[in-house]
């Protein structure tokens, strides 16, 4: 079965700085890789998604997420951090061929200070 | 053009009531998932269907929990006898397409918190 751990269950950066949200995934075949977003009051929203094609996946409101199959991550990372990216991110798997079985990790909640 | 509606958002029962969580999917979508989220994990997959069909329940536990989407009206996941276990945050997606020529991408709803004391 695929799964999916998230590292860091709570993420706080100052505005203007680096996000990095770590995620890593285990899987018995090539897996389709997801992250998606939730803002409160919010439903989830997809940000990006990797399905065997360019290892580096550029996704929406400059995040991006690189796969490395020798290290099974597909970390998210964002140079700058704005207000508005305080939200719960989710790392998420698809089980099998099916994308709509997918697995998510526990979130991470990602907070900017000012 | 409005979203994955879900309602009621946040419900209370006790031990032994019945739940009803409703969901109508996007303008256009034929397919609909159940996902539930307890509390401290991820979401998990329970159940897809499309209009009268289910296609896959493999996530659904055995008893107590059900499903439908008919031909008219939402989609409705319906919990028998409730109990504290259930409470939960449950999810609805919808999708117009479904695996091999999807995007991969289904659209969420904002969730249905059950609460049961």
């Known amino acids: 079965?695929?799964?999916?751990?998230?590292?860091?269950?709570?993420?706080?950066?100052?505005?203007?700085?680096?996000?990095?949200?770590?995620?890593?995934?285990?899987?018995?075949?090539?897996?389709?890789?997801?992250?998606?977003?939730?803002?409160?009051?919010?439903?989830?929203?997809?940000?990006?998604?990797?399905?065997?094609?360019?290892?580096?996946?550029?996704?929406?409101?400059?995040?991006?997420?690189?796969?490395?199959?020798?290290?099974?991550?597909?970390?998210?990372?964002?140079?700058?951090?704005?207000?508005s990216d305080a939200a719960e991110y989710f790392c998420v798997v698809s089980e099998d061929s099916n994308d709509y079985k997918l697995s998510f990790g526990a979130g991470t909640t990602v907070t900017v200070r000012a | 053009n409005a979203g994955v509606m879900q309602n009621p958002r946040h419900l209370v029962r006790r031990r032994?009531?019945?739940?009803?969580?409703?969901?109508?999917?996007?303008k256009g979508h034929s397919h609909v998932y159940w996902y539930r989220q307890l509390p401290e994990e991820g979401l998990k997959f329970m159940v897809y269907l499309q209009k009268e069909n289910i296609i896959d329940e493999s996530g659904m536990p055995k008893e107590r929990f059900s499903a439908e989407f008919p031909k008219e009206g939402p989609s409705i996941l319906r919990i028998q006898q409730v109990?504290?276990?259930?409470?939960?945050?449950?999810?609805?997606?919808?999708?117009?397409?479904?695996?091999?020529?999807?995007?991969?991408?289904?659209f969420f709803g904002e969730g249905s918190r059950l609460t049961v004391l």
């Not at chain 1, 505005?15 to 389709?32: A, D, F, I, Q």
């Open chain 2, 83 to 106: 109990v504290r276990g259930d409470s939960a945050a449950y999810f609805c997606a919808s999708s117009p397409l479904t695996s091999g020529g999807s995007s991969g991408e289904l």
């Open chain 2, 16 to 26: 032994g009531q019945e739940a009803r969580l409703r969901c109508s999917p996007m």
């Open chain 1, 1 to 83: 079965a695929q799964s999916v751990t998230q590292l860091d269950s709570h993420v706080s950066v100052s505005e203007g700085t680096p996000v990095l949200l770590r995620c890593n995934y285990s899987s018995s075949y090539s897996p389709s890789l997801f992250w998606y977003v939730q803002h409160p009051n919010k439903g989830l929203q997809l940000l990006l998604k990797y399905t065997s094609a360019a290892t580096l996946v550029k996704g929406i409101n400059g995040f991006e997420a690189e796969f490395k199959k020798s290290e099974t991550s597909f970390h998210l990372t964002k140079p700058s951090a704005h207000m």
